[in-house]
């Protein structure tokens, strides 16, 4: 696994540096803008760190430069800035993640880990299909039937996983898991009420229904 | 205050003057057209009056004789007819001789003022209703003097025509009056109200565009009319006032944007340096251990103290600076479990959620509101996170997000100590911390007092109470969309 981390602050790469090395990644650090495009055009990276404030440049630049070179892998930002603007301006440059500064590493590496499984260790195309439905996972975009359905991040990811595990039941637990990055309580409704809202916007304006009930089990989507 | 709109209160003014002189001015027309008629009818029934003297033949022996036919030959032309016309002749002392058949048996208007003003030879003008209708008639014009005979005896004429003449006319000039001056006044009231409402249009147009400048479009400007008056006067002054409010506004912003990098990336090493040393445990003392985690504890909430300083930068600076826009709350809540999941794993508590959809809700998304989706997970972390701080170990955390009425609540329940109720109230207030939290747990004492001052500002409420079953209950209360 080959990562690009791009932060101007040494130390602060030096340390993301030696922790990701720890788990085991080979990590190559560029410390401007120029640095990064430099090292991007000669390396094949599964994985790209990026600070949103370069020396020489701006890493959403630099975020939408490596998706207009068919870069497919995450993106993660890091920034100082958080304030939801800054955020979506980084998503709609393409990035998959954001972390503010400052950061715990164990938080970096749970979000690694998060885009890496969303990823499938990175060898996957940027679209995921299913009978009509279709899932842009660069532009965050589905739509069915060529009707673009408007979904919210956890409805995303619900979604997402089921396209991942397509004609197999999964359960409750598993998307918990998968979906929600905490502890829930076994007391907690939060997935079938996910799965709910997620059948209102996908499959109750179409005539065929795709997420199905799989009933002691938990959920699973399949074309009837 | 007035209760009424500047457009109301002029349009009022106008009417009120112009309708006052219009009044005053209609009395006075009213009563030189009413002497004028008057004077004229009294000239003519004077000269009608001396007619009929003329045509009276008095002799002490003949007694009277009247000979009307001396004067209805005549050519002249009065505002009455001869035929409506009475006549009563009365003594020297004032008795009546002789009256006009029509009269009956009433007399006319005689007294003693009255007969005074006769022997002085004056021609006496009264008015007079008569009880009974004389010849169709009930309003008279009334004129006695005195008509000399050969010698110096005399007797009294008293001639009566019926005034209907003055009264038409007179009546005709009050109709007009009465019903020219309120149609008059309603329209010019309109106009003036029109008017004034025209005028004041840029003043609207003013109020309205000042009203919808907020943080996002502050670059806006009011719009200045196309003339040299005192709004086009205002409209500047305002302007002016706006740029010096977004210059103010864009040095806050850049302060905001410029402290936070400033601030936190030397941070965010400390924190990685620290970490690095943390992993590497096993060359470090147990004392040693021990410092370099109390260091870690100060370095995080020197990090959240910053963290709420640069809110509180935003939130201070009021609603302007707030991005609204739909959001979804559970997703927010959810998002900020994610955050503090990894503080929560740490003393195994784990999030119970649970999200109470209406059955009947056919919304295609239950649970948006309008926020700043930053400000309002803030709020949520500030409250999660003192939950998680004050949980025992292996305990649960309670959140619900459900409907109610036209609001979403969001309660979230502990199984930590609780607040102490006499401590309730001054939670809220800026650095203040729970009585025992000085050891077990580090913050600023600012979380909750910034989650209130965004909760005011999204028209949201906080409430904190404690659990009969002991821990703490948060409940925020927020309108939905």
């Known amino acids: 696994m080959r990562v690009l981390l791009v932060e101007d602050e040494e130390k602060l790469s030096s340390f993301v540096m030696r922790g990701l090395a720890e788990h085991g990644y080979a990590v190559d650090i560029a410390l401007q803008k120029s640095e990064a495009v430099a090292l991007a055009s000669d390396n094949e990276y599964d994985l790209v760190i990026l600070d949103v404030m370069l020396p020489d440049g701006s890493g959403v630049d630099f975020a939408k430069w490596m998706r207009m070179n068919e870069y497919t892998g995450p993106i993660l930002m890091l920034t100082a800035l958080s304030s939801t603007n800054d955020k979506v301006k980084g998503l709609d440059a393409g990035a998959d993640d954001y972390l503010a500064k400052p950061f715990a590493f164990e938080e970096l590496m749970a979000r690694v880990r998060a885009l890496f499984r969303r990823y499938g260790e990175g060898q996957e195309s940027s679209v995921l299909e299913f009978a009509d439905v279709s899932m842009n996972l660069i532009h965050r975009k589905v739509t069915r039937r060529g009707q673009e359905v408007r979904l919210t991040t956890k409805e995303f990811a619900l979604l997402e996983y089921f396209l991942r595990n397509a004609g197999r039941p999964v359960t409750r637990t598993e998307i918990i898991e998968h979906v929600w990055d905490m502890g829930f309580d076994s007391g907690s409704n939060v997935v079938d009420v996910y799965v709910n809202m997620l059948r209102k916007k996908v499959d109750q304006p179409f005539e065929n229904k795709l997420i199905h009930t799989v009933v002691g089990y938990g959920y699973e989507i399949r074309e009837e | ?481």
């Open chain 2, 1 to 481: 205050m007035w209760p009424f709109s500047l457009k109301a209160r002029l349009t009022a003014l106008f009417v009120l003057i112009f309708g006052g002189s219009l009044i005053a001015y209609s009395v006075y027309i009213y009563r030189t057209v009413d002497d004028v008629l008057e004077s004229g009818f009294n000239l003519q029934l004077r000269e009608f009056a001396n007619e009929v003297g003329d045509s009276i033949n008095y002799s002490i022996l003949w007694g009277f004789q009247f000979n009307p036919s001396a004067f209805i030959d005549s050519k002249k032309v009065f505002p009455f007819t001869m035929r409506e016309a009475v006549i009563q002749i009365r003594s020297a002392s004032g008795k009546p001789l002789m009256s006009s058949k029509a009269l009956k048996v009433q007399a006319l208007p005689f007294d003693r003022k009255m007969y005074e003003d006769i022997l002085d030879g004056q021609y006496v003008y009264r008015n007079w209703e008569a009880s009974v209708a004389v010849a169709g008639n009930s309003y008279f014009r009334t004129l006695s003097f005195m008509v000399k005979g050969n010698s110096d005896s005399f007797v009294i004429l008293q001639v009566a025509v019926p005034d209907r003449y003055i009264r038409k006319n007179n009546k005709r000039v009050f109709t007009i009056f009465v019903y020219s001056i309120p149609i008059l006044l309603l329209i010019s009231g309109f106009i003036g109200y029109t008017y004034a409402g025209y005028s004041l249009m840029p003043v609207n147009r003013i109020i309205e565009r000042v009203h919808s400048i907020r943080g996002r479009n502050l670059s806006e400007r009011v719009p200045v009319p196309d003339v040299q008056d005192e709004i086009a006067k205002l409209a500047v002054t305002l302007n002016s006032m706006l740029d010096r409010v977004e210059a103010a506004f864009v040095a806050q912003e850049r302060f905001v944007s410029d402290a936070s990098h400033q601030m936190k990336t030397p941070l965010a090493v400390l924190k990685a340096q620290i970490e690095e040393l943390h992993m590497q445990r096993s060359f470090w003392s147990d004392d040693q251990l021990e410092r370099l985690n109390s260091l870690g504890e100060e370095v995080d909430s020197l990090i959240s103290l910053v963290k709420n300083l640069l809110i509180l930068a935003r939130v201070d600076f009021g609603e302007g600076t707030l991005l609204f826009s739909e959001v979804s709350l559970d997703e927010t809540v959810t998002l900020v479990c994610e955050r503090l999941s990894h503080i929560a794993k740490k003393k195994n508590i784990h999030f119970q959620m649970n999200l109470e959809v209406a059955p009947v809700d056919d919304s295609v998304r239950p649970f948006v509101v309008k926020g700043d989706s930053d400000l309002l997970a803030s709020v949520f972390q500030s409250v999660i996170e003192n939950s998680i701080k004050y949980s025992p170990v292996d305990s649960k955390i309670q959140i619900q997000i459900f409907e109610q009425s036209e609001n979403i609540v969001v309660s979230i329940c502990d199984e930590g100590p609780g607040i102490p109720e006499e401590e309730l109230q001054l939670i809220f207030e800026r650095f203040r911390r729970g009585p025992a939290s000085a050891k077990i747990a580090s913050g600023s004492g600012l979380g909750l007092s910034i989650a209130k001052r965004i909760s005011e500002l999204h028209g949201a409420e906080l409430a904190l109470s404690n659990r009969t079953e002991g821990g703490l209950k948060t409940i925020f209360t927020i309108k939905k969309v």
